[in-house]
């Protein structure tokens, strides 16, 4: 046997050998979260190849986990972590951008906060800090309902939109109420 085929078959049974990496969006999502997912049906939860590979690497290399699926922060500043999700759908291309709101009984408060038919692999969501957050110079029209030129959240931020192009902001005010900011479009 040849050094280069050696070195090929060790790296084989070294890779055999190795459990699967966990899904580092699977990882930040509670079981309780991912069943309640499940019991939705017609979306699933992300996965990090749900996105495309260059946009995955480019984030690792940013310092991100590869997962643009997930976000976890407090975003509605009651002091406990809620979990921002793209959940894909179950059939088809689209996506829904979910908000779950961690409630002190260990339930789930649902926020679905848009909806797409497709382009599910280039939408992203993130985790803003608190602060000032403007509309864009560019952008001009009419506002949407909950649409404002700016605001200043005292608490996370769910951002989320489709990579290289678009971004909304959205700022969780009370009792189930949101404003947003269109970052870019």
């Not at 046997?1 to 999502?29: K, N, W």
């Not at 499940?38 to 986990?65: C, F, H, S, T």
């Not at 959940?87 to 789930?108: D, E, H």
Request: hydrophobic residues 40%.
């Amino acid at each position: 046997m040849s050094r280069g085929s050696g070195l090929a078959v060790t790296l084989f049974l070294f890779l055999l050998a190795t459990p699967a990496l966990a899904d580092s969006c699977d990882e930040q999502i509670p079981a309780s979260l991912k069943e309640f997912v499940r019991k939705m049906g017609a979306v699933r939860a992300p996965e990090v190849p749900d996105n495309l590979g260059p946009d995955v690497d480019a984030d690792i290399r940013q310092g991100g986990n590869g997962c643009l699926g997930v976000a976890v922060a407090d975003f509605d500043g009651d002091g406990k972590d809620d979990v921002l999700m793209r959940l894909p759908q179950s059939v088809g291309q689209g996506a829904v951008i979910f908000l779950a709101l961690a409630r002190l009984n260990g339930t789930w408060q649902p926020e679905p906060l848009s909806a797409r038919d497709d382009g599910s692999s280039q939408l992203f969501v993130k985790a803003g800090p608190p602060g000032v957050y403007r509309r864009a110079r560019a952008l001009d029209g009419p506002f949407a309902e909950g649409e404002v030129d700016s605001f200043n959240c005292p608490h996370a931020v769910a951002i989320f939109g489709t990579i290289e192009s678009s971004a909304v902001a959205y700022c969780y005010i009370e009792r189930r109420r949101w404003q947003h900011v269109w970052l870019s479009d």
